[in-house]
């Protein structure tokens, strides 16, 4: 538009309002960068969603469930899987404290429940460097919030982010609670889209009305506790649904019905940046906290070699009395196995 002048700063187009106005020319490269980049989101750890719906790296992925029924679980596994892909995550559980959460992270990467500890300490080695989580369940203000994302990715370079709940945290003033709400959350989107980070919020969803249906009524977009502005604002919106039916039976030691559907329901209602809305059945797996793709329930669990390979070669170093912050010393590798990269850190982990 101004290709032809010259100024010596940006202020006269800002004080023209002009800055934010872009030439169509321009916003061709920005087509062929994002095409050329394909769906950079966060994988889904269950495959049914492959090539329908990933986290955006670029917004706010509200999520839902019914109290009790498994949304925390399925956003902990969401980050397990990233992680195991190569992607940092940062984790604000407000509910859970963090030793619980690494403890559930730990089963989800064994799927065993309640792995031993040694498998524990693998693992909480093995998501150093992976895996950060907000060591708090107090209340929190949304200024920690802010401040918490920007760390998380300029500091820490991550790349997915979860934040659980949103009841957990104080918008601003109490008495207009639904200016608050919306603030915090334009604010929270604006921040995701700025540094490029998938943000999966945890919300709960309204008590299912006595009388009707109660909790068999799937839930939709309208089922988010407050404002539409949390859904009008999220990039994506996404609800989990438990089947309580099949919830009892499990609870009481009966079979399960599998001819009826999923124990789950996985529902984008919302996607912004991709076409697919719809819903996939998922499984709940029979020994440990983690949902399946198909009713035979299985889920491959993660190898933690790579990262111990990477520890014993750490301390191979110090006992020949190297400072590996250093450098290595130029033999290094001729007489010792060289360091093994392998799926854990870099590949996809298969379903």
């Known amino acids: 538009m101004f290709d032809d002048l010259s100024f010596d700063d940006d202020r006269w187009l800002i004080d023209n309002g002009l800055a934010d106005i872009a030439d169509p020319s321009k916003l061709y490269t920005k087509i062929v960068e994002r095409r050329e980049r394909g769906d950079d989101g966060i994988e889904a750890p269950v495959s049914k969603l492959t ?46 404290p963090s030793d619980f959460t690494l403890e559930l992270m730990a089963e989800q990467s064994a799927v065993v429940k309640e792995p031993h500890l040694p498998y524990i300490e693998r693992f909480a080695n093995w998501a150093d460097g992976r895996v950060y989580l907000y060591d708090s369940t107090a209340v929190t203000s949304e200024e920690s919030v802010f401040k918490f994302v920007e760390t998380a990715v300029k500091m820490l370079g991550c790349s997915m982010i979860v934040i659980d709940p949103l009841m957990q945290i104080t918008l601003g003033s109490s008495d207009n609670p639904i200016a608050a709400e919306q603030s915090f959350i334009t604010r929270l989107a604006s921040l995701s889209r700025d540094l490029e980070v998938a943000i999966l919020l945890v919300h709960h969803l309204r008590k299912a009305p006595a009388g009707g249906q109660g909790e068999k009524a799937r839930p939709d977009k309208a089922s988010f506790l407050g404002s539409t502005h949390l859904t009008g604002a999220s990039a994506a919106v996404c609800t989990l649904w438990a089947d309580p ?40 797996h029979s020994n440990a906290r983690v ?9 491959r669990a993660i190898i933690l070699e790579a990262k111990e390979c990477e520890l014993k070669k750490e301390q191979s170093i110090w006992s020949q009395g190297v400072d590996p912050t250093s450098g290595l ?8 196995s060289p360091m093994i990269v392998t799926k854990t850190q870099t590949g996809r982990s298969p379903m």
């Open 291 to 299: 949902i399946c793709n198909s009713k035979a329930r299985q889920y």
């Open 51 to 96: 090539g329908n719906f990933s986290l955006p790296r670029r917004g706010i992925t509200l999520f839902g469930a019914y109290s009790g029924t498994g949304k925390s679980t399925f956003a902990s596994q969401w980050a397990v899987h990233a992680a195991n892909q190569g992607h940092k995550v940062a984790i604000m559980s407000l509910e859970m």
């Open 245 to 284: 039916d099949k919830r009892e039976a499990r609870s009481n030691g009966n079979e399960v019905d599998d001819s009826v559907g999923g124990d789950y329901v996985f529902t984008v209602h919302k996607q912004r940046f991709a076409p697919w809305h719809g819903s996939v059945h998922l499984f709940q």
């Open 329 to 336: 010393p130029e033999n290094w590798g001729q007489e010792t």
